[in-house]
């Protein structure tokens, strides 16, 4: 049995949700919470297997919600749950913190379940729409963008995170190759502060999908 806490503001809407994950699904929603701190305090403490958040709280930021829990040693599946489908919304969301899941509210009646089984199995889901989204936009940026398909990964690696072992592990690349990447990918964009770089790339689109 999966053990699910569901963060939404919207108790009806929580309801719903909750109807939808259990029975037959072999998933247990064993708490819920309408704010930030409540979510917090619960997930901490009982740690689920999987939180379903939301992005849009009344008090606060789903996402930021999400690198609070990883930086307190949460280590269950996250998974996002929104309305927004802006590209920029779920970009964000990947190089703050590690998701397992991008689910549309839109969508939830479809892909929610799908997304959290996956992500107890170590996959990665995002919802269809998001997915043929980002798959468009990194054929325009292969064609458009100032670095290479190669230098687009090593900095989508950078923005969610990793440091030059990990990515050239992620990539099978040499670490020398890494930070060669990482100063050409600086010198064309004409960055030197690796924080103003990833937020140059996600305000311009410059962040792919790493599968």
Partial sequence: ????????????????????????????????????????????????????????????NGIELAERLRMRGYRGSIVMLTMHTELKIFKRASAITKIDGYVLKLDASEDLVNAIIGAQQGQRFVSPAIAHEMAWQNSRLEQESPISMREQEVLTLVAEGHGSDAIASRLDLSKRTVDNHRANIKRKLGFNNTVELIRYAIENDLLMTIK
């Fill in 1 to 60: 049995m999966i053990k699910a806490v569901i963060v939404d503001d919207h108790v009806i809407f929580q309801q719903g949700v909750k109807a939808l994950l259990e029975e037959p699904n072999r998933i247990k929603v064993i708490d819920m919470a309408t704010n930030a701190p409540d979510a917090e305090r619960i997930i901490i403490g009982k740690q689920p297997d999987v939180c379903v958040l939301d992005i849009s709280l009344a008090d606060g």
